[in-house]
C-alpha cells in the first residue's frame, strides 16, 4: 500500500517536489485506523505536513479506507521508539491549567491541536475581516455579552476562519483563571459521536463536552445531511448555551444558507453574532505578504509581494502556499527571492489563474456536452447517464482547477473528498480502456482551456 501511495504522491505532485520534500518519508506505523509516517527533521516533518498532509491522508484512504488519520512525525534519534498510544487524542484541547501527562511531549509534538501560528498577533486586519476580528477578540477577552453566543464565523474556504479560532482558544488558555476550551472540526465531532456510539459510552461522551467552557466546532457544513450528530450537537449547544457557556461555530455560508441542517438549528446558530469572513483585497493580499515574509526572515522585494498579491486572488491559504514555496526554493538553492523565480516556481499555479477555469464552467460545459441539466452535477441520482458526466465534471475540475478534492466535492452537491478521488480513478481508468470515451473527455478539455 505505501509504495502505491508514494507513487500516486509522485503523480500529484510531481517528481520535483516529491525527491525534494517526500523521498525520506518513512512508513512507521500502522495501527488500525492510523498510519504513521517519519521524516528525519522538524523543518521537512512541518513542511510536509503542512503542504502534504492532506493529499497524504487522502491517498491512504483511498487505498485503504479504514484509515482516518496520518500522522507525520521526525523520526527521533537513535532508533526508533514504539509508537505511542494511538487513541484518539482527548477533545479537551486547552486548558489554562495544563495537567502533566506522561506522553504530552508527544501530544504537543504530533497531535497538537491548536496550531501555534494561529494567533491573534499573526493576524493581519483589514476590511474585509475587520468585523469577524473584533468578535472574536471580543469572546477571547471573555466581556462578550450574551449577544455574542454562540459566535458564528463564516466565510470561503482559507479566509481565516480557523485561524481566528484557534487564536481566541490561546487567548482564553492563557488567562489566569481556569478556563477550558474544546477546539475541534465537525468531523472529529461526528467521528467521535459516532464511534462513542459504537462503544456504547456516549453517556461520557456527552458529559464531557458539557464539562466545557468554551466549545468551539470548525467547518460545520460537514454535518451537512448526518442528521444523527446534528441533533446530538444541538442537544449539546443547548445544553451549554442554557449554562452559560459559550460556543463558536465556522461554516462556509451563513446559518440562513446552510441548507441540509436542520432549521432548527440553524435558527439557534444565528440567535447569536454572525460575523462574515470576506475574500480578500488586495491590500489585505499584500499586508498579508508582507507580515509572512517579514516572519519568514527572508527578504522578498516589494515587486514580487505586488505580484503575488495581484495574482493570486483565492485565498489567503493559498497566498500563503505561494510565499512559502518560493522561500522554500530560495532556501534550498540559496537563491534570493526574484521577479524570474517567482514565475518559474508558482508556474502551475499562476497558469491555473490565468486560465481561471471555474468548476461551475466545467459542469455548465459538461453538461451541455451530454445532455443533462446543470443541476444534476449536484442531485443525488446515480444512473449511469447522469452519473457518469458528473465523474468526468469531477476529472476535469480536478485536472484544469487548483481546486482541492474536498472544494470540488463540495461543489457537486456536498460529496464527499472520496467520492471525487474514486471519479477520477475511474474517469482515467476508463479513458484507458475506451479511445472513444477518451477523445470525449479531451474535447471537453480542449474546448474548457482555449
Ligand atoms: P479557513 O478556516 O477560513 O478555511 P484558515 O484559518 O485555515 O482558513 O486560513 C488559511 C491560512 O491563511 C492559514 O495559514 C492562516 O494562518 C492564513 N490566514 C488567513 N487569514 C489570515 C490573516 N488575516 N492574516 C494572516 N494569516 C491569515
Ligand atoms: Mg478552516
Known amino acids: 500500500?505505501?509504495?502505491?501511495?508514494?507513487?500516486?504522491?509522485?503523480?500529484?505532485?510531481?517528481?520535483?517536489?516529491?525527491?525534494?520534500?517526500?523521498?525520506?518519508?518513512?512508513?512507521?506505523?500502522?495501527?488500525?485506523?492510523?498510519?504513521?509516517?517519519?521524516?528525519?527533521?522538524?523543518?521537512?516533518?512541518?513542511?510536509?505536513?503542512?503542504?502534504?498532509?492532506?493529499?497524504?491522508?487522502?491517498?491512504?484512504?483511498?487505498?485503504?479506507?479504514?484509515?482516518?488519520?496520518?500522522?507525520?512525525?521526525?523520526?527521533?534519534?537513535?532508533?526508533?521508539?514504539?509508537?505511542?498510544?494511538?487513541?484518539?487524542?482527548?477533545?479537551?484541547?486547552?486548558?489554562?491549567?495544563?495537567?502533566?501527562?506522561?506522553?504530552?511531549?508527544?501530544?504537543?509534538?504530533?497531535?497538537?491541536?491548536?496550531?501555534?501560528?494561529?494567533?491573534?498577533?499573526?493576524?493581519?486586519?483589514?476590511?474585509?475581516?475587520?468585523?469577524?476580528?473584533?468578535?472574536?477578540?471580543?469572546?477571547?477577552?471573555?466581556?462578550?455579552?450574551?449577544?455574542?453566543?454562540?459566535?458564528?464565523?463564516?466565510?470561503?474556504?482559507g479566509l481565516g476562519k480557523t485561524h481566528l479560532m484557534h487564536a481566541i482558544a490561546w487567548e482564553l488558555s492563557q488567562r489566569a483563571d481556569e478556563v477550558t476550551v474544546a477546539y475541534m472540526s465537525a468531523e472529529k465531532f461526528m467521528h467521535r459521536f459516532v464511534s462513542a456510539l459504537r462503544r456504547q459510552s456516549t453517556i461520557e461522551f456527552k458529559n464531557e463536552l458539557r464539562s466545557v467552557d468554551v466549545l468551539m466546532v470548525d467547518d460545520l457544513q460537514f454535518l451537512i445531511g448526518k442528521d444523527g450528530t446534528q441533533e446530538e450537537f444541538f442537544h449539546t449547544f443547548n445544553a451549554l448555551v442554557d449554562s452559560g457557556k459559550q460556543i463558536i461555530v465556522s461554516a462556509d455560508k451563513s446559518p440562513s444558507d446552510l441548507s441540509g441542517i436542520e432549521d432548527r438549528l440553524r435558527t439557534r446558530l444565528g440567535c447569536g453574532m454572525v460575523a462574515d469572513v470576506h475574500a480578500t483585497t488586495y491590500e489585505l493580499r499584500l499586508a498579508i505578504l508582507e507580515a509572512k515574509a517579514a516572519r519568514a526572515g527572508v527578504p522578498v522585494p516589494g515587486r514580487v509581494m505586488e505580484f503575488l498579491a495581484q495574482k493570486i486572488t483565492a485565498n489567503v491559504r493559498e497566498l500563503e502556499g505561494a510565499l512559502n514555496r518560493l522561500i522554500a526554493h530560495a532556501h534550498l538553492f540559496d537563491r534570493p527571492v526574484t521577479l524570474e523565480a517567482a514565475n518559474e516556481v508558482l508556474h502551475d499555479l499562476l497558469r491555473a489563474y490565468d486560465r481561471k477555469i471555474t468548476i461551475e464552467e466545467i459542469q455548465k460545459q459538461v453538461a451541455e456536452h451530454y445532455n443533462i441539466r446543470i443541476s444534476e452535477m449536484s442531485s443525488v441520482r446515480r444512473a449511469r447517464n447522469i452519473a457518469r458526466p458528473r465523474q468526468v465534471a469531477m476529472y476535469l475540475a480536478k485536472q484544469l482547477t487548483s481546486r482541492s478534492l474536498p472544494e470540488i466535492g463540495r461543489k457537486f452537491g456536498n460529496r464527499d473528498h472520496t467520492t471525487v478521488m474514486h471519479a477520477v480513478a475511474k474517469v482515467t481508468e476508463l479513458m484507458a480502456a475506451d479511445t472513444d470515451f477518451a477523445q470525449d473527455v479531451d474535447l471537453l478539455k480542449r474546448i474548457l482551456t482555449v
Open 1 to 157: 500500500q505505501w509504495s502505491r501511495v508514494r507513487a500516486r504522491l509522485q503523480d500529484e505532485i510531481g517528481e520535483v517536489e516529491y525527491r525534494n520534500w517526500l523521498r525520506q518519508a518513512a512508513l512507521h506505523g500502522l495501527d488500525g485506523d492510523e498510519i504513521t509516517v517519519m521524516l528525519p527533521t522538524r523543518f521537512l516533518r512541518d513542511w510536509v505536513n503542512k503542504e502534504y498532509g492532506g493529499l497524504l491522508t487522502s491517498l491512504w484512504q483511498s487505498e485503504n479506507p479504514a484509515v482516518r488519520r496520518v500522522d507525520i512525525r521526525t523520526r527521533p534519534a537513535g532508533g526508533i521508539t514504539a509508537v505511542p498510544n494511538l487513541a484518539e487524542p482527548s477533545a479537551v484541547l486547552a486548558k489554562s491549567t495544563q495537567p502533566a501527562r506522561r506522553d504530552a511531549e508527544d501530544r504537543s509534538e504530533t497531535a497538537a491541536p491548536l496550531d501555534p501560528r494561529f494567533t491573534f498577533d499573526t493576524f493581519v486586519v483589514g476590511k474585509p475581516n475587520e468585523f469577524a476580528y473584533a468578535c472574536a477578540r471580543r469572546v477571547a477577552d471573555g466581556h462578550a455579552s450574551p449577544g455574542f453566543n454562540p459566535l458564528f464565523l463564516y466565510g470561503g474556504v
